[in-house]
């Protein structure tokens, strides 16, 4: 099964034009599959982040701390030269960054990823970073709703894309307002 998403967010991130993807854009777009495939995994299926990570030796743990994130209890980085981490939420969460990509792209690319496992809807949309990035926030309408969001950078302010998922811990939240 683990391959079989790994396979399908594969799928559809190399679905875009392949006049727009060259050398780096390549690969932000493979690490951001691998990523979202799996955060889904984890938090969708509820598998372990260790089986996620098991036999992927081009990621490895590090330490959380090295990440920049004050709520990674654990972290993995990829190795390649494109500084990328997937890290292990307090809540249950999954999150990654990835620090030189398309990040608009990208952020599409995650919300085709996401709709076999959930319909979210936009309930925030603000400009953060001192206007360099975009916050974007999602939820579903369900009790324990699934929460996202992504912030999506401008190339000068990295990382370029930030994405978190998790369980609501409380039925509705109020931060999931919907317009």
Avoid: K
């Avoid at 079989?4 to 190399?14: H, N």
């Avoid at 932000?28 to 089986?51: E, N």
């Amino acid at each position: 099964m683990r391959r079989l998403l790994a396979v399908l967010a594969v799928v559809v991130f190399a679905a875009a034009p392949a006049h727009a993807q060259t050398g780096a854009a390549d690969e932000a777009v493979d690490l951001a599959a691998q990523a979202t495939a799996i955060c889904a995994a984890v938090v969708f299926q509820g598998q372990s982040f260790g089986a996620q990570f098991e036999g992927r030796a081009e990621w490895r743990s590090v330490s959380p701390s090295s990440t920049g994130s004050d709520l990674a209890t654990h972290a993995w980085q990829h190795r390649s030269a494109n500084q990328t981490f997937v890290m292990r939420l307090p809540n249950g969460g999954c999150s990654f960054g990835i620090d030189r990509a398309d990040s608009e792209t990208l952020r599409a690319r995650i919300e085709t990823a996401l709709a076999p496992y959930a319909t979210f809807e936009l309930v925030l949309q603000s400009s953060t970073r001192d206007g360099r990035a975009t916050r974007y926030g999602y939820c579903e309408r369900r009790e324990y709703p699934h929460v996202t969001s992504i912030v999506a950078a401008r190339p000068e302010s990295e990382p370029n894309l930030v994405f978190n998922i998790f369980r609501a811990a409380s039925p509705m939240p109020e931060f999931c307002v919907f317009r």
